[in-house]
Nanobody, 120 residues
């Protein structure tokens, strides 16, 4: 199971930190990714982090603004979002994978999502 938290309303240019807690599986052996879905749009994979945290990858839409990290001692993954834009609005999900790819079909465990709203 995966449980996200940290979603909120924020003004453009602001920051948020999302958290994802993992339960019931070997967290340290799974690549952790973040996915978002804007209203009326398809889900988009935005970041992944390798099992030990040594490697990350990001969608072009968030590169340079978002940073993903993880704490394997706490079974937690994070997404630090800076310089937020209205187009970042959406539901954010964390997902576990055995593949280090920004591909939704590679993810086999999902959280319930947390809502991020960026508006003035």
């Amino acid at each position: 199971n995966l449980v996200e938290s940290g979603g909120d309303w924020v003004q453009p240019g602001g920051s948020l930190r999302l958290s994802c807690g993992a339960f019931g599986f070997s967290f340290v052996n799974r690549i952790m990714c973040w996915v978002r879905q804007a209203p009326g749009k398809e889900r988009e994979a935005v970041s992944c982090i390798s099992t030990r945290g040594a490697s990350t990858k990001y969608a072009d839409s968030v590169k340079g603004r978002f940073t993903t990290s993880r704490d394997n001692e706490k079974n937690m993954a994070y997404l630090q979002m800076n310089s937020l834009k209205p187009e970042d609005t959406g539901t954010y999900y964390c997902a576990a994978s055995r593949w280090f790819e920004l591909r939704l079909d590679r993810y086999d465990a999902w959280g319930q999502g947390t809502q991020v709203t960026v508006s003035s």
